[in-house]
């Protein structure tokens, strides 16, 4: 499970479209209130282990890339550079939603579930 999340991450640091709008603001935990957006969080929500003759042989894992912004642009554009990073890793999109954070700030979320299925 571990070696999915290093994958994820280096995909999304490695993402030239991805860095040009939130520079290196990617992180593994919900932004801090002090924040700078467009900022981006992922984080694994599940996972079950594949067994074999007593063996695990790989992980069925969800994981979900939040998207913060203040525009709906930056989103989009936010979105289509983490999809390209997804598809490059073999992951699946299992959700989207468009969603703005209950505050006054006016931010703008958008989490993006993957099922990441790695095989030993």
């Known amino acids: 499970m571990k070696q999915a999340k290093v994958n994820l ?6 993402s030239t479209a991805l860095a040009a709008i939130v520079s290196a603001r990617i992180t593994d935990a919900w932004p801090a209130t002090t924040a700078v957006f467009p900022c981006v ?19 069925d ?3 979900q890339v939040s998207l913060f912004a203040k ?3 930056e989103l989009e554009n936010m979105a ?3 999809l390209d990073v997804a598809d490059g890793l073999g992951m699946s999109m299992t959700g989207n939603q468009d969603l703005t954070l209950d ?7 958008n989490p993006l579930g993957f099922r990441y299925i790695t095989r030993r």
């Open 9 to 14: 991450y280096a995909g999304l640091k490695a």
């Open 41 to 59: 969080s992922y984080l694994q929500v599940s996972g079950l282990r594949e067994v074999a003759d007593g063996k695990t042989y790989g992980f």
């Open 61 to 63: 894992e969800i994981y």
């Open 71 to 73: 525009t709906s642009m």
């Open 80 to 82: 289509a550079a983490v």
């Open 103 to 109: 505050d006054t700030s006016g931010i703008k979320h």
